[in-house]
T-cell receptor
Framework: DTEVTQTPKHLVMGMTNKKSLKCEQH?????MYWYKQKAKKPPELMFV???????INESVPSRFSPECPNSSLLNLHLHALQPEDSALYLC???????????????FGPGTRLTVL | GQSLEQPSEVTAVEGAIVQINCTYQ??????LSWYQQHDGGAPTFLSY????GLEETGRFSSFLSRSDSYGYLLLQELQMKDSASYFC???????????FGGGTRVLVKP
């Protein structure tokens, strides 16, 4: 199984709502990532989890709260978002650590988020 | 800081060859990756170069020169399905982190 799954595919939420994005992989990867991507722009890294611990937070506002309940799951909790947070949110996974060999991140299909 | 530069758009006809250049400035460089993304789709891995030289995978090849902070992706025998955005991305020394270039939109015409 070389697939990263994300739910939901689409999400519309108001600025006062609380919602969560979910990501799952069963490739045994110990590094998982959240990216934000605006139209016609590259993916921007938000968070990295390595061995279920948060290792990188790219100065993301606190209205985005990541969680890694176990080695297969990654959540992104959303609260009090702004319209400018509307974007495609991508989850990815990879082998953790090491510098030898091929370094490949596997991306999920993304959640398209609209904040009204 | 770090930066990656790649052309914003390239147009070519079916069967042609396209080279997408990527120059980068970064400290603690580990390797250069290339990803393809079709409209509405997720990025998919194409190649990763950690050492100088050319890596060939079917119609796609990738090259890296660490001393010149430069790499390229070569797309050969272009097909309509190759119309997509192509991103170079630098892997840095500190942790599992990829920083993407702005992307090159490739349009293949009949």
């Amino acid at each position: 199984d070389t697939e990263v799954t994300q739910t939901p595919k689409h999400l519309v939420m108001g600025m006062t709502n609380k919602k969560s994005l979910k990501c799952e992989q069963h490739m045994g990867h110990r590094a998982m990532y959240w990216y934000k991507q605006k139209a016609k722009k590259p993916p921007e890294l938000m968070f990295v989890y390595s061995y279920e611990k948060l290792s990188i937070n790219e100065s993301v506002p606190s209205r985005f709260s990541p969680e890694c309940p176990n080695s297969s799951l990654l959540n992104l909790h959303l609260h009090a978002l702004q319209p400018e947070d509307s974007a495609l949110y991508l989850c990815a996974s990879s082998q953790a650590g090491g510098t030898g060999g091929i370094y490949e991140q596997f991306f999920g299909p993304g959640t398209r988020l609209t904040v009204l | 800081g770090q930066s990656l530069e790649q052309p914003s758009e390239v147009t070519a006809v079916e069967g042609a060859i396209v080279q997408i250049n990527c120059t980068y400035q970064t400290s603690g460089f580990y390797g250069l990756s290339w990803y393809q993304q079709h409209d509405g789709g997720a990025p998919t891995f194409l190649s990763y170069n950690a050492l100088d030289g050319l890596e060939e995978t079917g119609r796609f090849s990738s090259f890296l020169s660490r001393s010149d902070s430069y790499g390229y992706l070569l797309l050969q025998e272009l097909q309509m399905k190759d119309s997509a955005s192509y991103f170079c991305a630098v892997r840095k020394a500190a942790g599992n982190k990829l920083t993407f270039g702005g992307g090159t939109r490739v349009l293949v015409k009949p």
